[in-house]
């Protein structure tokens, strides 16, 4: 335990540390959590965040529904989520403690901003009495600071507007957090020096509410000790912070410069796919074509119609507009195109739940179409991976004329860690199907007799002119053909077609013994939470693996194999039991669904409480939210 | 890199190429056209098969985009790059042949269903971004591949299968559409006017932006004559406009009939003079205004206007798009790995 001369507060090490803002969403919580992560991972701290926001962009202020939060949790250690619960929960007014102070951990530290603990805050959070003041806050290490008051203080001889000096009180609050963590003010006054270069009064203000959050925090008898969360041993290299939607966004500009071929995106926006769209609309420098469609069925025929025409189509989108999108999708596979299908997965049916996260469009991808409809689906494990899955997405559309279906979900779009930037002279580039040189003879349907690949024949080759079309074709010529044996002989090619993918695609790996008393098979972004788990529960001494896959159609080759090496398979998911279904119909596998469907992701404990459950450990398993 | 824009002018070629001498006969596939006999679409198809030589494009370089239904059968039947997609889709598709290659001449086949019901959305879309495509809405007014049921132009009271007491639905004219959602080229023609209707396809497929062609076709099978009264040889000069740019609207045998306004409503001038006050066609104004009023001139209380009601100049969208790609490259050239590493790094190690 250290001793810090100057202010001798205690300070504490501990190895790892999650931390919540919470606040109105006109607070600001996003961009200050978001300071907060840049700053430990400056500071070298392996990480994982999580925004929470609501899906009004401007609920009624106060309001429940207007709560905003983001979560990061920091470590000394390798992480993978980011935490199950906060040790350090920063509430800027009633409702953001109504809707928060459940998952604080007992014990934990409690910041509030008691000048927004006023009547009328607390009756639209539904507290007939402060809870500052009836003790129902005991079991917790409440720290009650006037931030509105102090930061109006600091801030009065600017020239701003009572709100507008309202509007910095998240930096004052950072303040104190960053005191609380013993780490630098630099990051973000540097971040804010660039931010509000063009607004000097507003830097001003930024600025000064964070110095006067941090002076309050180290000055006052309120907080006792400080907490040290050492730099984590992560690998040599440059590092970047990236979220999934992010590093899927630059994932398809590095694929389409692998492939040398022009992105073509189209997507109608929705949430939380759109900013897939944000981001690639930034880079026409690298050739990237974006469209806002006017609907989702505009969006993927827009695509279909680029890769027609030599480029690389691409549409995202999530659950909702999948199901939109799926009568074209079977046009690119009838039409055997190249096609690209984002769908950042959330929570469903219908409309949902658009901001909080799910895993329930595996089986719509699978069979969500009319006929025999194969395509490829992959999904990425960790917002990192989304780069790299991007890449494999358009690498296998390109490889076998096919859509492929890339599925994210809410919980990596918007979650983020740091990342080891890739060099991209590392990557191979991606072959395609198109050939320069025609000679006499050639047709558009000119099939790779292993693969059933039929060559991409652009408009522009002459002696390749050709009709292509959602009708049934011939095998050979690509004419309509009705014919029962060519649409049985069609229907296995295409099928046949898109298993064979299965020799271009990795072999599943496995996390822990070769061999044992139970597999937690698992896909998409759950990656973290069941890999800690599994850890954690080896650490306990249990025979436990985990696999997780990330080629959801064809599976691995060697995935059936793995599968009969254990006595049980436990399968985690954001659904009611979707990977489940496709795992026992295809391998005659018992596999235990284990099914979240809250909206939230899983929780370690969660995992290893059923883990525990399942191996015989405890008598049952049940969520926090199930009642008994 | 596959695709390389090598021109981007609809009917035009870049010099240095060889511009090709091509007929009729080598627009024409070599399947079997299965339109019922006596259909309207034969002979669009033939004034199209007809006008594409003109253009001087190689076959290769065009490209015919359909949706679902009889009309959308077209691309089967022209000698060049074809896509038959999916119902109403054929906006959407093309738009994204275009905007990938502009160097590429497209053509939008739809019809009535097709283009302003399941597909009108992406019609109105379209005729708003203003690509450089040719379409063609084959109006029968009628569904037929469906085998009859009334159309979003069907006349209201037509009794047909799925309206057995007769459609209870206002019709939608398709040249109104277009003009509302800011077309720059509209026009309208019919199946038996062969000349008129050729020379209609060629200045549309000559136009620089989104041409709309309107085009009566006659459903000898389930709506025949629908258009008879006004199109029929014998009739047309009398009951059909022919629209001609700086020309006062004229009509009749002798063209001695013509048409002036009285306020927003055309009025009709019978042995029309000089002096009559007759209203002169301006294709060219910015203004939808002319072209709307001379839209909402339906039979019978007024002759039938065809011919180009509006052409306009605008910037194109995939023109526009490039010019924001060749802009981007300049104020920033591409680094991969300096956007894969962001603006934010520090260094481990």
Known sequence: ?628 | MINKTIGNKKGEILSGEEIPVLTRKDFVSDQEVRWCPGCGDYSILAQMQKMLPALRIPRENIVFVSGIGCSSRFPYYVESYGFHSIHGRAPAIATGVKAARPDLSVFIVTGDGDGLSIGGNHLIHILRRNLDVTIILFNNRIYGLTKGQYSPTSDIGKTTKSAPLGTIESPLDPVRLALAAGASFVARSVDRDTTHLESILYKAAKHKGTSFVEVYQNCNIFNDGAFSAFAEKNVRPEKMVYLEHGEPVRFGKQREHGLRLDGFTPEVVENATADSGLLVHDIHQESTALASILSTMDYPDYPVPVGIFRQVERATYEDQLEMQVAQARENQPPELQDLIAGQETWVVG
């Not at chain 1, 459940?102 to 007939?128: C, M, S």
């Not at chain 1, 600091?154 to 609380?180: H, M, Q, V």
Request: some cysteine; charged content about 20%.
């Open chain 1, 1 to 628: 335990m250290a001793i810090d001369s100057k202010s001798e507060e205690r300070i504490e090490t501990r190895s790892q540390a999650t931390v919540r803002f919470a606040g109105d969403s006109g607070d600001g919580m996003q961009l200050t959590g978001n300071q907060f992560t840049k700053t430990n991972a400056v500071y070298g701290n392996d990480l994982a965040t999580l925004p929470d926001f609501p899906a009004e962009i401007r609920a009624p202020t106060g309001s429940l529904p207007g709560v905003s939060g983001f979560q990061i949790s920091f470590s000394s250690n390798d992480i993978h989520t980011p935490g199950d619960n906060p040790d350090v929960l920063v509430a800027m007014n009633p409702a953001a403690l109504k809707t928060n102070l459940t998952d604080l951990i007992k014990g934990g530290l409690l910041i509030v901003d008691a000048d927004e603990f006023k009547p009328l805050n607390l009756r639209k959070a539904g507290y007939e009495k402060s809870p500052l003041e009836d003790g129902s806050l005991a079991a917790y290490q409440l720290i009650s600071v006037n931030i509105t008051q102090n930061n109006e203080r600091a801030l009065e001889d600017l020239d701003l507007k009572p709100k507008e000096r309202f509007l910095s009180r998240n930096f004052y609050a950072l303040g104190i957090i960053l005191w609380l963590f013993n780490r630098p003010l630099e990051t973000v006054e540097r971040w804010a020096t660039d931010k509000f270069s063009r607004n000097p009064i507003v830097l001003e203000a930024n600025l000064r509410a964070l110095r006067a959050g941090n002076a309050f925090a180290e000055t006052t008898e309120l907080i006792h000790h400080r907490y040290e969360v050492a730099p984590a041993e992560v690998a040599p290299g440059t590092y970047r912070h990236i979220n999934g939607n992010e590093a899927t966004a630059l994932g398809l500009v590095a694929a389409s410069q692998l492939a040398d071929i022009p992105i073509f995106y189209a997507s109608y926006p929705i949430t939380p796919a759109t900013d897939v769209l944000h981001e690639l609309a930034k880079h026409r420098n690298f050739g990237v074509k974006t469209m806002q469609a006017e609907d989702e069925m505009a969006a993927v025929c827009a695509a279909i119609g680029s890769s027609y025409a030599g480029s690389l189509g691409i549409t995202g989108t999530s659950g909702p507009g999948l199901a939109l999108k799926s009568e074209a999708i079977n046009l690119a596979l009838m039409t055997e195109l190249p096609l690209v299908v984002l769908d950042i997965q959330r929570a469903g049916p219908s409309t949902g739940m658009p901001t909080k996260t799910e895993q329930s469009d595996l089986l719509q991808a699978m069979y969500g179409r009319n006929g025999d409809s194969p395509v490829i689906i992959i999904a990425p494990a960790t917002p990192g991976e989304c780069f790299e899955m991007a890449i494999e997405a358009v690498r296998l559309a390109l490889t076998y004329m096919t859509p492929v279906i890339y599925l994210s979900d809410g919980y990596l779009a918007n979650g983020s860690s740091p990342w080891l930037v890739p060099s991209i002279a590392n990557f191979d580039p991606i072959p395609n199907n198109y050939k320069e040189v025609v000679r006499d003879g050639d047709s558009a349907y000119d099939r790779d007799p292993e693969t059933l690949v039929r060559r991409w024949a652009i408009p522009g080759q002459k002696g390749l002119e050709h009709r292509v079309g959602g009708i049934e074709k011939s095998f050979e010529t690509g004419n309509i053909n009705y014919e029962p044996s060519n649409h049985h002989k069609m229907t296995l090619a295409r099928a046949q077609r898109i298993a064979g993918a299965v020799r271009d695609i990795p072999d599943q790996v496995v996390n822990g013994p070769e061999k044992g008393d139970l597999l937690v098979l698992g896909w998409g972004g759950t990656y973290g939470a069941i890999t800690s788990a599994v850890t954690q529960a080896q650490e306990e001494g249990m025979s436990v693996a985990s696999a997780h896959i990330r080629y959801l159609n064809p599976f691995p080759k060697n995935l059936e194999e793995i599968l009969n090496r254990y006595e049980t398979i436990l399968i985690p998911e954001l659904n009611n039991g979707q990977l489940s279904v496709l795992i026992r119909a295809l391998y005659n596998v018992d596999a235990i669904p284990f099914g979240k469907i809250s909206g939230q992701p899983f929780k370690i404990k969660e995992i290893l409480g059923k883990i525990h459950h399942v191996l015989g450990h405890s008598k049952s398993f049940k969520f926090d939210f199930e009642e008994d």
